[in-house]
T-cell receptor, first 113, second 114 residues
Framework: QQQVKQSPQSLIVQKGGISIINCAYE??????FPWYQQFPGKGPALLIA?????SEKKEGRFTISFNKSAKQFSLHIMDSQPGDSATYFC????????????FGPGTRLSVLP | DTEVTQTPKHLVMGMTNKKSLKCEQH?????MYWYKQKAKKPPELMFV???????INESVPSRFSPECPNSSLLNLHLHALQPEDSALYLC?????????????FGPGTRLTVT
């Protein structure tokens, strides 16, 4: 069964700063590694995902860095904005065919104005 | 339309009641999921349907009974629940099981068992 660790548990960043959230998985996986963003009272929404054969992917202010040998990947939010305040979950594919994604415990990000 | 809808938004039920949660998507997705999310915790996978067939049951107690009447609908039938089953129940869909990393979530049904 896939195990996913995520840090930090909570993060406070000033507006315009860089938010960095780290994730580590245990079992070798062959599918995409996504990050989800969840606002209070809403369901999670896919933010960005990366294939394990790519070391970095950037979409706007959001960048995923992937280290396959270390089984780690991280989310960088550049120029953080108060509207980015949310809970962020990384996820790693689990099961025999990667259909059941296992979510990390989450990071609660607060961006101060 | 990239929306997954869930009804009801809130549900309060007693331990002897029978109720159902409903989920609907019109994106043509062929994989649908039920998750349970406790406060300040990540979503926990309960069931996966692929092409209207149950493909994954994460050892969920039988008091939770999923049903997929067609490719757009997913139900979760509830019976004899316990107070510890109180949680946010999320439905999600993806294009297919191979695209499960890209799931579209509904807003959830907040369930309280009294």
């Amino acid at each position: 069964q896939q195990q996913v660790k995520q840090s930090p548990q909570s993060l406070i960043v000033q507006k315009g700063g860089i938010s960095i959230i780290n994730c580590a998985y245990e079992n070798t996986a062959f599918d995409y590694f996504p990050w989800y963003q969840q606002f209070p009272g809403k369901g999670p929404a896919l933010l960005i995902a990366i294939r394990p054969d790519v070391s970095e992917k950037k979409e706007g202010r959001f960048t995923i860095s992937f280290n396959k040998s270390a089984k780690q990947f991280s989310l960088h939010i550049m120029d953080s904005q108060p509207g980015d305040s949310a809970t962020y979950f990384c996820a790693a594919p689990g099961g025999n065919y990667g259909q059941n994604f296992v979510f990390g415990p989450g990071t609660r990000l607060s961006v101060l104005p | 339309d990239t929306e997954v809808t869930q009804t009801p938004k809130h549900l309060v039920m007693g331990m002897t009641n029978k109720k159902s949660l409903k989920c609907e998507q019109h994106m043509g997705h062929r994989a649908m999921y039920w998750y349970k999310q406790k406060a300040k915790k990540p979503p926990e996978l309960m069931f996966v349907y692929s092409y209207e067939k149950l493909s994954i049951n994460e050892s969920v107690p039988s008091r939770f009974s999923p049903e997929c009447p067609n490719s757009s609908l997913l139900n979760l039938h509830l019976h004899a629940l316990q107070p510890e089953d109180s949680a946010l129940y999320l439905c999600a869909s993806s294009q297919d099981a191979e695209s499960s990393y890209e799931q579209y979530f509904g807003p959830g049904t907040r369930l309280t068992v009294t």
